[in-house]
């Protein structure tokens, strides 16, 4: 039987000032699944995604494609997972679009051939290819967006964490994204409070509220669950 | 911004298409032989200008980008010239600074100009450089050249984290100006002070979350930029012949 792409277990983490962040989250997701994962400001999304990619060490475990994240293994867990952040200066730092997309793939020792190639797919595919010699502070928002999600994509990424994908992009802009994202066939974890695009692009949904899932299931279920969607804050 | 990070500086030219390493290692030599000559010679420190100049027009760096940084100088000299013509007071030839005006040693003025003609030698060897090659590609040469690796990280995190606090400063400016702020009146030096905390703050925070994102990425501590081409015969030669420029100026110009 084929390992999920994601298993997590009995997370739980507190931040140095005593937030409690995660409070004994399981989950588990499919390889090549779609889900959503909704909550209020605050409600441990983001540290979430942070502990599928070892960036933060919460107690309990999380597991990608079976294997087991820890100091060990980071390089390998990095190369599976791919995690873009809310906002999409804090992802882009190089001095080009080149640079930043090959930042990745140049850290998994390929050669510069094979950077290059993926480089040059991962911008065709976010619709960028024109722009890989310009500055990343020179793009527009939805760009930015764009482009951070072509950071992760040259790594070629079995699980893409997103945090917030669409948030402050305009209607046309996000209508792209939601469209690129349906295109990708690793597995999507999207923490987002855009219950729309949830529903478009997730075929299952989670909810999160001061750090613990508070209802999960269908999106459209989950989204009819007025109780649930209430303590989470989203009505 | 910095000439090494302004991307629309970088315009094709002889230099740009060095190796960068022998480019290092060739300004590298100029620098140290301009640097070398003794205190009271003024031909050759004219000779050493002249050439760093000759390579700032090869390298088609736009001169009034490459002038500004030179004004970084200025405060420099001035302090100098404050304090450096008068150090040697004590016996030797004086002359007037101009007709009537104060006697200065000449000994003094003679030591001013060579270490400003130093600093300026220095600096616009440093601009072309930074200029014709571009932060990564001079990570990349100094790891290559065997530069310790923690000085190399900090040059590497300061290029990160200046982009990014000029950033922030941006828009702090923005939203302080939107709001009316003239800075006409010293009662608003306060503001000053409370946007350099706040600038700080943010900018240690912005550089957490740029660490996170370089970490997620599989980033372990080396800054890894395209393989270098095997140096050419070109590139050596670049080397070789700053290194005679250097020393021809150094030992023949009296």
């Given at each position: ?24 989250v ?6 090549g ?9 605050g ?20 597991e990608i ?21 809310q ?20 850290n ?8 290059q ?22 793009l ?8 951070a ?6 790594m070629?990424?079995?699980v ?8 402050a ?59 649930a ?7 | ?22 480019k290092v ?9 301009a ?24 390298s088609?760096i ?15 000299v001035?302090?100098l010239a404050?304090v450096?013509p008068f ?16 006697m ?11 270490v ?18 571009g ?16 000085l ?20 702090m ?10 800075g ?14 706040t ?5 240690y925070?912005r ?12 980033y372990?501590g080396?800054?890894?930029?395209p393989?270098?081409?095997?140096l ?23």
């Amino acid at each position: 039987m084929t390992a999920p792409a994601i298993r997590v277990s009995a997370l739980t983490f507190r931040y140095p000032d005593g937030t409690r962040a995660l409070d004994d989250v399981s989950l588990e997701v499919a390889p090549g699944e779609r889900v959503a994962l909704l909550g209020a400001n605050g409600a441990g999304k983001s540290t979430l995604l942070l502990s599928l990619n070892g960036l933060c060490d919460p107690g309990g475990r999380v597991e990608i494609g079976g294997t087991p994240v820890g100091s060990r293994n980071l390089p390998e867990i990095r190369r599976r997972v791919g995690l873009v952040f809310q906002n999409p200066d804090d992802q882009l730092f190089c001095p080009t679009l080149f640079d930043d997309v090959a930042f990745g793939p140049r850290n998994l020792g390929l050669g510069e051939e094979e950077v290059q190639k993926r480089v040059h797919e991962a911008l065709h595919r976010v619709d960028l290819a024109t722009l890989e010699e310009k500055p990343s502070f020179h793009l527009s928002y939805g760009q930015k967006k764009r482009a951070a999600l072509a950071t992760v994509l040259s790594m070629q990424p079995e699980v893409l964490a997103l945090d917030e994908p669409t948030s402050a992009l305009h209607p046309r802009a996000r209508r792209e994204m939601i469209a690129l994202l349906r295109t990708l066939s690793c597995a999507l974890v999207v923490a987002t409070h855009d219950l729309e695009m949830a529903r478009e692009l997730c075929p299952r949904a989670v909810v999160m509220a001061r750090g613990r899932i508070v209802a999960t299931g269908e999106t459209s279920v989950v989204l009819a669950d007025t109780k649930a969607m209430d303590e989470a804050e989203l009505l | 911004m910095h000439i090494a990070f302004d991307p629309r500086l970088r315009v094709a030219g002889p230099l740009q298409a060095l190796d960068a390493r022998c480019k290092v290692l060739a300004f590298f030599a100029l620098v140290a032989c301009a640097a070398s000559v003794p205190a009271p010679s003024w031909r050759a420190p004219v000779a050493f200008l002249g050439a760093a100049t000759l390579l700032l027009l090869v390298s088609r760096i736009p001169l009034g980008a490459a002038l500004r940084r030179l004004l970084f100088l200025v405060p420099v000299v001035l302090a100098l010239a404050a304090v450096v013509p008068f150090a040697k007071a004590a016996g030797g030839e004086k002359v007037a600074l101009w007709t009537g005006g104060p006697m200065v040693p000449r000994q003094g003025l003679l030591v001013l100009w060579n270490v400003s003609s130093k600093a300026l030698v220095g600096l616009l060897c440093a601009i072309i450089l930074a200029g014709t090659t571009g932060v990564p590609r001079l990570l990349e040469a100094f790891e290559r050249l065997c530069v310790p690796r923690v000085l190399v990280l900090t040059m590497s995190f300061i290029h990160r984290y200046a982009i990014t606090m000029q950033e922030e400063l941006a828009r702090m400016k923005r939203a302080r100006d939107a709001r009316g702020w003239r800075g006409r009146w010293i009662w608003q030096a306060g503001t000053l002070g409370s946007m350099a905390g706040t600038l700080f703050l943010r900018s240690y925070e912005r550089g957490e979350r740029v660490w996170q994102a370089m970490l997620a990425r599989g980033y372990r501590g080396k800054l890894i930029g395209p393989s270098s081409a095997p140096l050419r015969l070109l590139d050596v030669m670049f080397v070789v012949w700053m290194l005679a420029a250097g020393l021809a100026i150094r030992f023949l110009v009296r």
